[in-house]
Structures are given as structure tokens and as C-alpha cells.
């Protein structure tokens, strides 16, 4: 027997897109649910470094129109860093260009500019933006979420028809999990790695990609870490962390910051971003009828790194 319908919203997905829409549809009054197979802390989003910047998401007008409504609201969550983890800090852009932006860029990021050869030695982009303290962040967002009347369930989805006879409204959030719930082969993993150590006092952060390898470095200062970063693996499945992996973003890190290389390491992550050639943000159905298949199913992921 179906279970009884109690609640507007099922959202399935507790990574920050589940519980952003989850956030947003409470808060506009609606009763919300959430099902996630494991906590947010335990997601990839607890993964991310994380720097705003529309980054490996598509498509690129919609993503940059996104990107800038975010950027307005992590611009408010800055004035209290420690309640909701998020900080403006000042870094670079590294093989970057000014004149390679568009009109959205100056007339948003105040202060945007060329970097100096002090602050990078090749060609480079200064910039103040949203650094994101993504546990922290994470944890702020489920609490908003409880306070606003939401629910949060630890439940295993495997078919979507679950969650719609138990609610008028279901939102797939389930990211890289979509591929197997709702049997999209464009959803793919793009794994990435980070190395986190101490932080010898680097306080700005830097992003670069080699022109030749094409690989991207990054250095994220947190409130109590160093992030060093990474890799984009496009395919790889493994939750591992390589070693050999670790100990090449130490190195391609420490020839900026030279003081990297003698930073105490005190752990390794790996996510894996739930990649896709478009975000899937599509409505499916309607209102009325009974069963598994009534009411509004809304898929939502594929963000890959935004």
C-alpha cells in the first residue's frame, strides 16, 4: 500500500543544491521533507574548496545569472563568517585576463582587476570573492532548514515513485546519484582531489591552470586549514585518495607558495562533482490523480563544479 501523502515537498538530495531548494521552498512557506541516503556532512558539496566563480557548469548564460543571484546572497552571509561560513576574501586568478570577462564582471565584482607581478607572477586576474567554509556552510543551511519547519529523513531512494505517492511535489537533488535513479548516462563523475594542511599564514587565495598540462592548482585558505587543490578526473570513481595525486598538488602548489611544501598535512578528500553537458533543472507532470506518477516531479543537478 502507498504511503499516505504528508507534506507539500519531498526533496531527495542533502548536498548543498537538495538543501538550498529544500531552504528556499520552506522558507516560502511550503512543508518540506528531505530524504538523503547520508548526511551533508558526509557529501561531496562538504568536499568543495570552495570559491564562488561560475566554474565547469552549463549552460553558461543560465549558469552565470545563477552564479550572480548566489553572489549577492553570499554577500550578505559574510558580515557573520562564523555562524554561516562564508567570507569575502581577496586572491588572484591566475593566466586570466580582465579584457576575457564579460560586462558582468566589472560591473559586479567591485575592485576587479589586473593582479600586480607582486601578487602573480604570470598573467592574472585580482579579485574579492565569496570563500566558502563548505562544513560550516553546510551545517548552517540544515539548521535554517529545521528552523523554518523542514524535516530532514536519512532514507535510501531507489525509485523516484516512493517519493512521489508521498508527496504533491518531488525534487530530485540526488546529483551524481541521478545517473542510476532516474537512468541518465549524462551525469558523470569529474573526481577531484584536495590536500589539507596547516596553514603557515597564507591568507589570500590563488587559482592557476598550466597552460601545458592543463591541469588547475589552487590554494584556499580556511579559518583552520590550508585547501590545496587538485584535479578534475573526468570518469574516475574512485573515493581513494592517490598518494601519488596528493603529493603532486603539494608540489605544484608550493612553487607559488614555497612555504606549502613544509606545511603539516592533515588529511586528504575526494569528491566526486556530478559533471553533465547541461544542469538538468526540468519539470515533469502535473497536479491531480493518485498514485506514484501524480503531482510535480522537478529534477535538479548535474551542477558539476558550480
Sequence with gaps: ???????????????????????????????????????????????????????????????R?????????YEELAARPEETGVRMVEGVMGETRLDEQGAWAAARLPGLRASTAEEYAGTG???????IDMPVYLGWLRERFLAAGGTVETRTV???????AAAEVVVNCTGLGARELVSDPAVRPVRGQLVIVENPGIRTWLVWTDAVSGATTYVFPQPDRLVLGGTAEDGGWSLTPDPEVAAGIVARCAVLWPEVAGARVVGHRVGLRPARFAVRLEREGGRGGGGSGSGVLVHNYGHGGG
Excluded at 65 to 73: F, I, K, M, N, P
Excluded at 125 to 131: F, G, I, K, N, Q
Design 1 to 63: 500500500m502507498a504511503e499516505e501523502r504528508s507534506g507539500d515537498v519531498i526533496v531527495v538530495g542533502s548536498g548543498v543544491i537538495g538543501l538550498t531548494t529544500a531552504l528556499t521552498l520552506a522558507e516560502s512557506g511550503r512543508r518540506v521533507r528531505i530524504w538523503t541516503r547520508e548526511p551533508a556532512g558526509l557529501t561531496t558539496s562538504a568536499v568543495a574548496g570552495a570559491l564562488w566563480w561560475p566554474y565547469a557548469v552549463r549552460p553558461e548564460e543560465l549558469a
Design 65 to 73: 545569472e545563477w552564479a550572480l543571484r548566489s553572489l549577492t546572497v
Design 125 to 131: 586576474l585580482w579579485a574579492r570573492l565569496p570563500l
Design 158 to 164: 531507489t525509485d523516484l515513485a516512493e517519493a512521489r
